[in-house]
């Protein structure tokens, strides 16, 4: 290829293509693990304003594993309650229901609204606090080969891609920015998001094509030899492409315009979420977000294609066309506004990928393995934990703390939520888009209690808490089957009775403890911070109970033998809770235990720092934040306790007895490495994860 | 005086001198009004580790008026219970009490522990955030005149100061950076701050001397005409010695030393804030902090005299000295530590001001008029709370809002509390070093039931939030006093028993309460940012009753009228909620109640940015956040309901009627200046304050 010739080589250990919400997530959690990173994006600036997105309760919940879900939380719009509104029996439309936007107690967080610059921006703070990677941008990757001998070896790199830096004219898409007056004068529009939707067609071959005819530039190309390549660019990714993938399902017809205004209304529910089907003229979401903003998602009445069946012109799409079908829809009331923030429009495609991952070393995450309607606000969010499921496998294996078979569980763990979202997306369009049933015996209309129970039943999908992975090697679940040779499936089996509402395959639920040390209460998750540890949160019941407190030694000085699973697989000359972390979680009271009572495996000597005070916590009463309930809520019974394994990314790999070391051994021993010098995976063995900081 | 020749001049409406916590608060406070100011230090830095204190929950409400709570409320460790330890009937130290550091309920803050370089690192951030006001370090006032003639005249800048920019050297202070070990080669010591401590000599004047001596740098002196001048400027302020005056009372002889160190220790309650009275070797705090560290303050077998009673030589000052103190008091267990962050000794002082003001021009605040011992976790929150009390009034004042004769509320509001403070500590300190009372007999040891029954009054104090103000122009206690033509004071008088758990005097107590437009819970206090605005809060009660209704809608036209009160104060042009900002709560249902059916007063139309959906609350059940009963933790009657006057600072100016019009438009017109075009007031009116945020 003409311009192409590399004038150096680089090696690391993951490429990512694509800085997007889920290429950050995935940068973000390398970084925090001290795995070699490249990330590069063809554009050359991130998003400034549109395409915001609602933040699940669980996306919540992993960035304040990463210490920033605060952010999100203070600068973003609390969604609360949703109002449904339909024709009543003369076609005006009212409120027919109230429904919580999110399901009560079902996270410590709530469903929130906050544009997707702002968590780009706390992504890209929180690298440069605690790494020195940064965001390549205008930096196009323009060739690819994988080397397939060496997919097999973890220690070596088989990927090989050319980067190609793009110039600023390059790397700044073709935004139509209009600043135009609308018809009547009044109104600025200031951005058209036109160009990243799905309307228009992908210009990374226009730009690969521009950059390499320019063989001016031959010093700006690079080659580099990776590990593995994450492809998270998008509906149109080039890195599915190069692996000869595709994504398999339909487009609808309709068109949708989105708006993103201070609306000037009396519409009575303009701050709530909102579902209004008119009679006649079709459907709008209401969706209020931060700084007086309201996002408006408005069907309108045209398809993508002409009488001829041909892809129509989009020139005919404008604000104020937008605007009018938005003004047909909520009639009787008045809707218009002044100031204009962002506006697109685009057109429903309801798509899975094949394929994830290729050789187990390149594999495909957000848009460019699932697209769908963005109305359910699911978009952003199952793309970024598409890669907080990736990142940690990733870091462990480039580490050499656990066989690569671990990898195989990215697809079968992602692309079934992916085919869930799908699902789950087609339903809520469907009913969407149709107009309201008049009566009972209108079939081809939408029954409005049918509508009424989607919409409650996809909260719980809708809030990211249901996700429910598979028996693997990971998941304890089902039977025991370590005698059927299956490197790729669990050794061991949970007790799930012993934790009645902790799920095996769902995420570690989050209730408040205290600190056994300084009585301060906790959310658990808070104790789940993602540095790439395993827990085994140990809940020894009543230690007033002496039988209970005698399970609790003999585990303790099992964990703290100089050969216990935890030393074998933790680097030597690391702390002790580098790797696997044990957390106590006792059913009080608090104040008849003494915490240097306890066996040193459940508070570790520190030596210059001291003993480890952040280990053991309480389930009883606090001053000021009322009483957590934990054993209660997560259903384990206090006279005899439970044990429960947690995997870095949160999720509960086995529920057991509370002193079944064994257990406990045996499942580790399926997939991690041992550390011990001079045995095998020592060789592997380089920086470790970060450690607690000072 | 030679070398002051200024080679320029400027004007401001504030210069504040001491760039610590005090007039870091005043300059927040001033740059989010948009007042002219200059704050300058005489050291080059900021302050970078030590002199860490508590932060009280008062404290913690003011910064999260100004949006940056959360940042301490993470950072900080949180002190959650205190533990007594004493002598048992053999000396040996036990625990014999438990109680809560924070009374529980009074406030939605509980008391932190913090380090000052943080804190000073939060004002710093939002004043970059809010304006172009830095502090100007290494500037020394070294002239100070008043024109008495034109201190009347608040146009006029009467003040004129002289400052000088002091070289690097100059500007650093003479910190004995010893990186020592200490005796046993175990412990580096990284830093001292005995340099700061009240056993050393003040070094103001040799740094005037030694600059101004220095003729060669002429250049660098400037003359500053000011409005008002704040001396925020320490123990030793120059800025109380030219107004001439003095602070009043005595030093105790007891030495004591500070400790910042990772502690490794088999005290059980090393991470509870504890008090420690050994039988005969003296006492120890233990105040458990942020990042593993504790600060020790420990009494020392010394007094600040030597037999001849001279100040002795403070040079046997050690860590090890201090630590073996501690050793011995904190025997039979065992304390050591690797890690000491930093260190000092000081002699109690307790002192207060004999004046706060001079002519309503100079102020003083902080330790410039109060000091005292630091154990009580007091000092730096009472000094910012001095400026958070002094600064919208100056502003106020400036801006030719009110009448300078709110500038007399300074001190007679704040030099009580500083008198309350040393009286507090004057209990707490002999209490604390005094040795335990061996039996009921020993009249001259201290009794541990009384030790912790002041310990558990103090707390209260030590809260913040007992802050009681006195009656004055801004404060409506007592009976009306209209008739009495006595300018300073208030021209209504209060119902408290419309109100009967607020009171008037102290700050505005915080409950939940949801937004009437979308349902979001807020704490009251959420609503009541220090942007200078005066509240109106109304209580209209049941709007479901239709004599609420009546009345609501009633106050509501005159409040909406163009000859309101609130019309009046707000300068012209500018958003009805710029001056006095009208919020309400209804008691609910909320369902029961559409926004936009109430008067327009109440949601006020911002024209281009639509009506305002963030006025209008309600005491309702929340779906994720429980039920506030507002109205019963007020001791509001939901079918009456009442009104509060609130200040900018979020103290209680007045409680009355729901739909008393009149007496609200009485309380104002003593002090507020009519801002209507042509009227008297108008030509004061310069940039208004900040208004909502889009």
Chains 1, 2 share one sequence.
């Not at 079908?325 to 809707?335: F, V």
């Not at 957000?366 to 952003?380: E, L, N, R, Y």
């Not at 050794?491 to 769902?506: C, E, F, Y």
Request: hydrophobic fraction near 35%; proline fraction near 5%; charge should be negative.
């Amino acid at each position: 290829m003409p311009g192409t010739v590399p004038t150096h080589e680089d090696h690391v250990d993951v490429l990512i293509v694509g800085a997007g919400p889920a290429g950050l997530m995935l940068s973000t959690w390398l970084s925090r693990c001290g795995i070699k990173t490249r990330i590069v994006d063809k554009r050359g600036t991130k998003v400034f304003n549109g395409q915001a997105d609602g933040l699940q309760c669980r996306t919540l919940e992993i960035f304040d594993s990463f210490g920033f879900a605060h952010r999100a939380w203070r600068e973003s719009n609390h969604m609360i309650e949703i109002c449904l509104w339909n024709p009543d029996e003369n076609g005006r439309i009212r409120r027919s229901d109230r429904i919580p936007d999110t399901i009560p107690q079902i996270s410590r967080f709530q469903q929130v609204v906050l544009h997707q610059g702002r968590i780009e921006r706390f992504f890209l703070d929180s690298m440069k606090e605690h790494s020195n990677l940064t965001v390549e941008r205008g930096v196009l990757p323009v060739s690819f080969e994988i080397d397939e001998a060496k997919a097999a070896d973890f220690d070596d790199y088989p990927i090989s891609v050319t980067l190609r830096t793009l110039s600023d004219k390059e790397a700044t898409p073709q935004q139509r920015q209009q600043h135009q007056k609308s018809a009547d004068g009044q109104r600025a529009v200031v951005d058209d998001g036109l160009f990243r939707s799905n309307l228009v067609a992908d210009d990374t071959d226009d730009l690969i094509r521009a950059a390499t005819a320019d063989s001016s530039r031959d010093g700006q190309v690079e080659l580099v030899k990776a590990k593995f390549l994450v492809g998270c660019d998008g509906a149109h990714s080039w890195v599915r492409r190069q692996a000869g993938f595709k994504l398999e399902g339909d487009s609808t017809d309709y068109i949708w315009g989105v708006l993103d205004i201070v609306p000037i209304t009396d519409f009575p529910d303009i701050r709530h979420r909102c579902a209004i089907h008119s009679a006649n003229a079709g459907t709008i979401m209401v969706i209020p977000r931060e700084n007086k903003l309201v996002r408006l998602y408005i069907q309108l009445q045209a398809t993508s294609y002409n009488k001829n069946g041909e892809k129509a012109d989009r020139s005919w799409i404008t604000p104020d066309i937008i605007l009018q079908s938005a003004q047909r829809i909520i009639h009787p009331y008045k809707l218009d506004y002044s100031y204009c923030d962002w506006w697109t429009a685009y057109q429903i495609g309801q798509r899975v990928g094949d394929h994830f991952s290729l050789h187990d070393r390149v594999f495909l995450a957000g848009d460019a393995v699932h697209t769908h309607s963005p109305k359910a606000g699911q978009g952003m969010n199952v793309s970024m934990q598409d890669t907080y499921n990736l990142g940690w496998k990733l870091a462990h294996v480039v580490k050499g703390y656990c066989d690569p078979a671990i990898l195989k569980t990215y697809e079968s763990e992602r692309r079934g939520i992916a085919q869930q979202l799908i699902a789950f997306d087609h339903r809520f369009s469907r009913l969407f888009s149709g107009r309201p049933a008049r009566d009972i015996i209108d079939e081809e209309g939408v029954s409005m209690e049918e509508f009424k129970a989607t919409f409650e039943k996809g909260n719980e999908f809708a809030s990211g808490i249901a996700v429910n992975y598979d028996a693997s090697l990971l998941v304890a679940k089902g039977s025991k089957i370590a005698e059927s040779n299956d490197e790729y499936k669990c050794r061991v089996t949970s007790k799930p009775q012993l934790a009645t509402k902790i799920d095996v395959g769902k995420r570690m639920p989050s209730f408040k403890v205290l600190n056994q040390a300084d009585a301060r209460p906790w959310h658990l998750q808070e104790l789940l911070k993602s540095n790439g540890r395993w827990r085994v949160i140990v809940f020894p019941g009543r230690l007033t109970d002496p039988r209970n407190m005698q399970r609790f030694q003999q585990l303790g000085q099992k964990l703290g033998d100089p050969d216990s699973f935890i030393r074998q697989y933790t680097p030597p000359g690391q702390p002790i809770d580098s790797m696997i972390e044990v957390l106590t979680v006792h059913a009080g009271p608090r104040t008849e235990i003494e915490l240097l009572d306890l066996p040193e495996a459940f508070h570790p000597n520190h030596g210059d720092m001291g003993w480890d005070y952040w280990k053991v916590y309480v389930d009883d009463d606090s001053y000021h934040e009322g009483h957590g309930q934990a054993y209660a809520n997560y259903g384990i019974d206090p006279s005899n306790g439970a044990s429960v394994i947690i995997r870095p990314d949160q999720y509960v790999s086995w529920v057991g007895d509370m002193d079944d070391y064994e257990e406990m051994a045996r499942f580790f021993s399926a997939f991690m490495k041992q550390q011990v010098a001079g045995k095998p995976g020592a060789a592997n063995v380089r920086v470790p994860f970060m450690t607690t900081k000072l």
